[in-house]
């Protein structure tokens, strides 16, 4: 009996857990993303507020680059929760095809079932890389807009502590 098909078939299915992973990983990351955002934005606010004081008031410059740091985050965080919310989606078998693996295709040979099952592996396999493609890029954004926003926020201490020295 020839073994291709059990190779073809082992691989698609190998492929089809590493997609699997790779998805969790971004998922993972997403999720640390939209944390770490607004953990940030408190820390900063509350570092100012310790080191200037309840009554200093913020400068205009200040509130102008706080807001835009506040913006980056918010945007990096709705990136996260749609890398999350998107890779919850992708095709897989529909009931269709798996009643016909129960039914017609019951009594085919075994390299026509390894064939049928790893055709299904793969139409999964290929939406599921197409998302998680999708997902990487999206997370790169959020990463670029994070440190777009820890830049804003280091410039508002800057501009704070200068603001603070010129009075």
């Known amino acids: 009996m020839s073994t291709q098909g059990q190779t073809y078939y082992e691989y ?7 997609e699997h992973e790779r ?3 971004a998922q993972s990351r997403a999720s640390s993303l939209g944390s770490f955002g607004s953990g940030a934005v408190a820390l900063a606010t509350a570092a100012l507020t310790l080191s200037l004081g309840n009554d200093y008031r913020v400068s205009a410059w200040g509130s102008a680059l706080l807001a835009l740091a506040l913006g980056a985050f918010l945007a990096s965080t709705v990136m996260a929760v749609h890398v999350f919310a998107v890779g919850q989606r992708y095709e897989v078998s529909n009931e269709w095809t798996l009643r016909e693996l129960l039914t017609s295709h019951w009594t ?3 390299p026509a079932a390894r064939n049928h099952v790893a055709s299904a592996a793969v139409s999964t396999l290929i939406a ?4 998680n493609n999708g997902g990487a890029d999206r997370l790169a954004v959020a990463g670029y807009l994070q440190a777009g926003g820890l830049g804003l926020l280091t410039a508002v201490v800057v501009v704070e502590y200068a603001h603070m020295l010129s009075q």
């Open 23 to 25: 998805r969790s990983s």
């Open 12 to 18: 698609v299915l190998a492929e089809l857990a590493r």
């Open 128 to 131: 599921l890389r197409s998302g």
């Open 108 to 110: 085919d040979s075994e």
